[in-house]
């Protein structure tokens, strides 16, 4: 990335150089440092910074790339100005967020030019004369705007807008089609967006709207005289019974003629609003001509009849609400009785009936065993799980040492006596070889005496071993040359052969079981806790495990485990973890639990069939233990049972209170069966004699949910003593 000023484009003579900024963005270059050169042109004091696009480039290629400079201009001193190559892509992007778009360098000089020549001929002209000029001279239409915010703001929305006005009103001017001019586009900040304003008051650029947020052109009608263009006006269709007029045109018939271009500022609406007085007051408004409504007899003989009848029926239920005695007596006299046997308009009553509740519960040993089961034995049918996780490995270290002890060199030694009597080396008589090693006889040797009339020395060999163990003892031939001097002549000792045999002491490492123990030990509880979760990962909708998943850990060693007589001083371990289970139905044991209750309450003599159970079943399952793959499983259960009234049940209590008072109501629904409490509402003092004006509701008690209240198993004779297992946590169905 590259960065420069205003000089590449104006030289160095122009004082406005050093306020452009021109970023030259790279094909590699990402978007964040882009962004990051933006605001190092902001802090450099630039008014306008151009950011010229390659064709291919990493930073401005989707049309979300330009979102995040949408929330940046806003914030930056600057305007933001994109140099693209035109057609769809980053230039197509760029102008939908409103950003001034050049298709090239050149374009944008030639417009920074203008704006410099527009700035000379306003000195030159006056405040008005230099905008007109500017736009007239203005880029191509390829190009929106200028960027630069120094042209004629004040002219465009202060003062230069009842000129504007005034220009357009005046009949004098030649008419001008949008596309005659356009000119360098006035940035006016629109919350997140930015709105290009042409500087022309008149008319903007003639581009679409959605070209960049350039501002279209508007045609004003009338400019130079009464427009060629009519309105086409369609004629209305004339029906039966009523005349039709045309509507007159609002404002005359060039009325409705100013287009306003997308971006424009607060002079064209004034020049806008200027046209559209000076045609109101040259077309004044036609006056509307209506027809009066036909009256129809008939019709209104019909409305007054409904009326009518409402009115009398709001009496009668008025009087029927007031006196309900009166109107039956009434309706009896009239002979009535047998079509409307029972009226009543007396508003009803809802009484609200609490029913008698117990909590039930009870305790049940159930046997969970492979395959099918049977209900009525209290039996569940158990499903066998089991997982075994992926092997992984684990290097195994050997501990065990084996020590080799070192062995010491042999040889032979060679003695020859020159003296006239025999001589004899014990086995402690050191030979000192030329590296310093010392060797012994491994048995005493006498040497005769030598033969001097013979001229032959005596000799005589033994073996020998080195005083230390090691390869040091290995020496060469002849490494050992003594010559002892005893009385009678010399004596020499040498090693025509060298001593070999010897070796330094040794030690190795092997496999022990305990070092596989330990590597299987260091990866074991995180296989068994996959193990243990791909195992529930089995489980079925609804089911639970009896107890917990019993885990056990398989390894296997690529090396012999133990002193084979050479080094092993490691190995690998492979191991897995297999868990096995039984899984159950929640289901099949709540249904039992729900059949034990019902038998329960059947058997009471204080409930009885007439209790229904309410909300869910709460039950806590325990384990007893496991023999031969059947499971004994010790089931608690509870729920709430209610008394159940029947349709005829509370028609016989809405008869029973019909009538009375709400005191002796009350006392009277207490002391029926199944009534643990009843309600009327407040404000009423008498019910309705009519009993089908009276509601009973049954307010059902709630149900039970899991953890309201403990359950304590209770373990039927001869079935011992429940273990806590994992199905031991409380369940609502």
């Not at 400079?69 to 806003?74: H, I, V």
């Not at 066998?384 to 062995?407: E, F, N, R, W």
């Not at 990866?523 to 917990?548: C, F, I, M, R």
């Amino acid at each position: 990335m590259r960065q420069g000023n205003g000089t590449d484009l104006l030289g160095l003579n122009d004082p406005r150089s050093a306020s452009i900024g021109i970023i030259y963005v790279a094909q590699n270059d990402d978007r964040k440092s882009v962004l990051a050169a933006l605001i190092t042109q902001e802090k450099l004091g630039r008014k306008q910074v151009a950011v010229v696009l390659p064709e291919q480039n990493q930073a401005f290629q989707r049309p979300g790339d330009f979102d995040d400079l949408k929330g940046l201009r806003n914030k930056l001193q600057t305007q933001i100005i994109f140099i693209a190559p035109p057609g769809p892509g980053p230039a197509e992007f760029a102008r939908q967020r409103r950003f001034t778009v050049y298709s090239s360098l050149e374009s944008y000089a030639k417009a920074l030019r203008d704006e410099g020549l527009g700035e000379e001929d306003k000195k030159r002209n006056g405040f008005i004369a230099g905008p007109v000029k500017s736009a007239r001279d203005s880029n191509p239409a390829s190009d929106q705007g200028a960027p630069s915010p120094a042209l004629g703001e004040a002219f465009v929305i202060g003062a230069g807008a009842a000129a504007a006005g005034a220009v357009v009103a005046d009949a004098s001017l030649p008419p001008q089609t949008p596309a005659s001019v356009s000119g360098p586009s006035l940035p006016v900040s629109k919350g997140d967006e930015i709105a290009d304003l042409p500087t022309n008051p008149i008319a903007g650029s003639g581009s679409s709207g959605a070209q960049g947020g350039t501002a279209t052109g508007a045609t004003v009608a009338g400019r130079g005289g009464p427009s060629n263009e009519k309105i086409i006006e369609l004629s209305p269709v004339a029906k039966p019974g009523r005349t039709t007029k045309k509507l007159p045109i609002e404002g005359g018939a060039t009325s409705s003629r100013v287009a306003a271009g997308v971006g424009m500022g607060a002079g064209v609406a004034v020049a806008a609003a200027t046209v559209q007085r000076a045609r109101n007051m040259s077309n004044p408004p036609q006056k509307k001509v209506t027809n009066k409504p036909r009256r129809h007899p008939v019709r209104n003989a019909f409305i007054f009849l409904v009326l009518l009848l409402l009115t009398l029926l709001i009496a009668c239920g008025s009087l029927a609400y007031m006196q309900p005695k009166a109107v039956q007596a009434l309706v009896q006299k009239a002979g009535l009785s047998k079509i409307v046997p029972n009226i009543s308009l007396q508003p009803g009553v809802t009484v609200t009936i609490a029913p008698v509740n117990q909590v039930v519960s009870d305790s049940f040993v159930v046997s969970g065993i492979p395959g099918t089961a049977d209900a009525t034995k209290l039996q569940v049918s158990t499903r066998q799980l089991s997982y075994t996780t992926p092997s992984v490995t684990s290097p195994v270290t050997g501990t065990g040492k084996h020590v080799i002890p070192g062995v010491a060199a042999r040889g032979t030694l060679n003695f020859n006596n020159g003296s006239t009597q025999s001589f004899t080396y014990g086995t402690t008589t050191p030979f000192t070889a030329s590296n310093g090693q010392i060797f012994y006889l491994d048995a005493a040797v006498t040497i005769p005496a030598a033969n001097p009339i013979a001229g032959t020395f005596g000799k005589a060999t033994g073996t020998a071993h080195a005083a230390t163990a090691g390869v040091a003892g290995n020496i060469a031939a002849g490494a050992i040359s003594i010559t002892n001097t005893i009385q009678g002549g010399p004596i020499g000792v040498t090693n025509q052969s060298a001593f070999a045999g010897g070796q330094d002491a040794q030690q190795y490492a092997f496999i022990q079981q305990g070092d596989v123990d330990a590597a299987v030990a260091a990866v074991q509880p995180g296989l068994v806790t996959k193990a243990q979760t791909g195992l529930k990962g089995q489980l079925q909708a609804g089911e639970q495990l009896t107890g917990d998943p019993q885990c056990t850990p398989k390894s296997s060693v690529d090396q012999p485990i133990g002193d084979t007589g050479k080094a092993i001083p490691s190995a690998t371990a492979t191991v897995s973890a297999t868990c096995t289970a039984e899984a159950y139905k929640q289901a099949d044991l709540n249904a039992l639990a729900q059949a034990g209750l019902a038998k329960k309450v059947a058997s009471d003599p204080t409930l009885g069939s007439s209790y229904g159970p309410v909300g869910g079943i709460v039950t806590t399952t325990t384990v007893q233990g496991t023999n031969n793959g059947i499971v004994s499983l010790l089931l608690s259960a509870k729920q709430v049972w209610a008394y159940q009234f029947t349709a005829a049940q509370k028609q016989t209590l809405a008869d029973l209170i019909k009538g009375l008072s709400a005191t002796q109501a009350l006392t009277k629904l207490k002391s029926q069966v199944g009534v643990s409490n009843a309600t009327i509402p407040t404000g009423t003092t008498t019910l309705p004699s009519d009993p089908t004006q009276i509601t009973i509701d049954i307010q059902m008690p709630a149900g039970l949910s899991a953890g309201q209240g403990n359950i304590t198993p209770t373990v039927p004779a001869g079935n011992g003593t429940p273990i806590q297992g994992n199905g031991s946590v409380p369940l609502i169905v």
